[in-house]
């Protein structure tokens, strides 16, 4: 089965971006994938400051091949200063590279309490990502005025973006499988 965990970019506690996680995982596992949340508040940030890159971090390396261990990845962003949150680059910095993201389908998801909900923050963020070597899902959905639109028990109000919302979620696990089976093709016929 086709794996696909959706990550929380944020280590803000009650974060509009885990809600948004949360009330997304029902709808991919509509499409018939196994879906994991992982919050970015669970990140061992503890362990990594002062900034010890090139070590072996237990507690890093657990939550990394925990993220990792997918076959596509949705990132839920909020912005933050005209970003993404700090914690969502430090993580990154902390995976392996070039590995990690290497034709790692990946989607995203913006929410903003702004007009352009975290545009800026995706785009960003995707020029990280395509750097990675992630295969990049050309839909995105950008939740503007989140806390306007989206309500965790009863979704978005705003029709149009709950239909992108659909549309994107529906692409995006046809991707992802689809990736899953090439990757897999191509692993056999390198054997």
């Known amino acids: 089965m086709t794996r696909i965990h959706i990550l929380s970019t944020t280590d803000r506690p009650d974060s509009m971006a885990l809600k948004v996680s949360e009330f997304v995982k029902p709808k991919l596992e509509a499409e018939g994938v196994e879906v994991d949340i992982i919050s970015l508040q669970d990140f061992p940030i503890k362990d990594v400051a002062g900034g010890p890159y090139g070590s072996d971090i237990p507690s890093v390396k657990a939550f990394n091949e925990r993220v990792l261990n ?31 993201f290497d034709k790692l389908p990946i989607a995203f998801i913006g929410e903003a309490a702004g007009a352009f909900g975290a545009l800026r923050a995706v785009e960003q963020l995707q020029m990280v990502c395509n750097y990675r070597n992630a295969y990049l899902y050309p839909e995105r959905v950008f939740l503007q005025r989140v806390y306007k639109i989206f309500d965790p028990e009863t979704g978005i109000s705003d029709e149009l973006q709950a239909k992108l919302l659909d549309s994107m979620i529906t692409g995006f696990a046809a991707f992802t499988s689809r990736n899953k089976i090439e990757r897999q093709e191509n692993a056999g016929a390198a054997d």
């Open 70 to 100: 997918c076959d596509g990845l949705l990132m839920v962003v909020p912005e933050y200063n005209g970003s993404f949150p700090g914690i969502l680059k430090l993580f990154i910095d902390y995976l392996p590279f070039p590995e990690s």
